[in-house]
């Protein structure tokens, strides 16, 4: 801890005065004219690392990756020195630009906007439990530097020919991005450290660990190579966005290089330091059971986001209100026959069916943190030395599960446009839904078993009989009218049960384990 020089008592960053401040007799100081003469003693017991509190002599058991703790017994901010010393210590902070109280706001703001949220997400009390953390991160400086050569193309027609002109574009380039960042902290989910992007690196000081005083802290567990390419990437692309966009080429298609790596060799591209640093995050949880939802905020720029569970009932309660303005208008405008109320109820079946199965796609890969390069880097190192390969962009790789759903709801768009008939259109998709189930509902199960988690009943299993029988009684063509509406009623039930499937599935992706929230005691009041 860091003691006051009037009183005794604990000093601790203040952040709207950005100055050291106790508690007790609001005495301020310089964070950077204090220094720590008496640290937490580290012992070794039983392969486990133990602190001793300088205030009260208790015993702070901590994981290999924390810098600062709170004492269990007494509430002392304690800085764990030799955490952020000598290798591990990090070059420069970001202080925390915005206080509790902005976090909270910047959440209810998010919250207002989420009509599903469940009641429990907008109680004061669990609001009230944000607590702010400083999370490694790694600094890329990248430059683009030297001549650069690059090929364009310009089109016009003249009559009834098309004529391009090639170039051959040169010049020098000099551009410097100071600052990428990445985290380095394999607990911290790379998805995470992307929503709440980018900090301000211009708001950086020198380290001195008197600012982690009253806040938790981990240092970094994540080599600093790990996201070099990234920062190249992203370099490459600003640079090549701003050379498009240029008013001397205005009109030429210029042809961007294959590979990122050919890109930074046509533009000089090079990684000039690295540097360490800690910066500022609000964390809220919400637990349900071994699992918590999060609630992220950028604790020098106030950005928000967070993962929200739907509550059920809300859902469809709503849905009931939006529906029947449009079931009272359709039913005075159209007249549908029961065989095309089967067959759009076999549509709208195997289209949730599609959602059900690709949000398990989406679980198997979030549970196995396949998006998170550190997580990756810090386990595969742990267990053969292996360096991971680079995880694929959720951004840029499209799941075939959502490519086949989009072609299917273009086909029966492009059906109803072309045809301009419901019944041809009803006739043309039962078989075609009924493939698309067996092959969702096997791929479903498949996808199931690889998942370690319960993700609930296999929906896509009654989907697919739903629409079985729909389409062996649409071949037999009964007489009563009652057979149909019967499948139809059977066919919407199931869609009912996928919807709440997919509810419950969306509402699994929303939570996760974050070491964070393990965590006992501590001052939060921040």
Known sequence: MYQCPNCGGNLKFDIRSQMLKCENCMTEKDP???HKEKDAEESRQFDVTVFT????????LSTETSAAEFCSFCGASTILTSRVAKKRRPGYIIPFQKTKEDCKAAYSKLLRKSLFAPKALKDERRIDSFRGIYIPYWAY?????????LNGEKSFRRGNYIYTDHYQLGGYLSSYYKGINYDASSSFDDRLSE???????????????SILSGFYADVSDVDCNIYIEDAETFANDTTMNAIEHHPAFKGIDIKKPKSNHATSMALGTECKEIDSAMFPVWFMSYRNGDRVAYAVVNGQTGKATADIPVSVGKYFFGSLIIALPFFLLLNLLFTVVPQTALGVACILAVITEIISVTELSQIKRREARLDDKGYLYKNRRLS???KPRKAASPKKKTSSNTVVS???????VACFLVTGAMGLLVGMMLPVCFVLSLVFMIKGFITNKRIDIKTGFPTQLIVFIAVTIACLIRLINPVSDIVYYSAVILTMFSVLLTN???????????????PQFDRKGGDDRA
């Open 141 to 149: 400086h990248i430059a683009n530097n030297g001549n650069v050569t």
């Open 32 to 34: 950077y004219s204090v």
């Open 195 to 209: 929503s709440i992007a980018p900090y301000d690196v211009r708001g950086m000081k020198e380290f001195t660990p």
């Open 384 to 386: 053969d030395n292996v």
């Open 53 to 60: 509190c300088p205030q009260c002599g208790g015993e702070i």
């Open 406 to 412: 989009i072609i299917t709801i273009a086909i029966i």
């Open 500 to 514: 709440v499937g997919i509810i419950k599935k969306h509402n699994l992706l929303t939570t996760r384990r974050l």
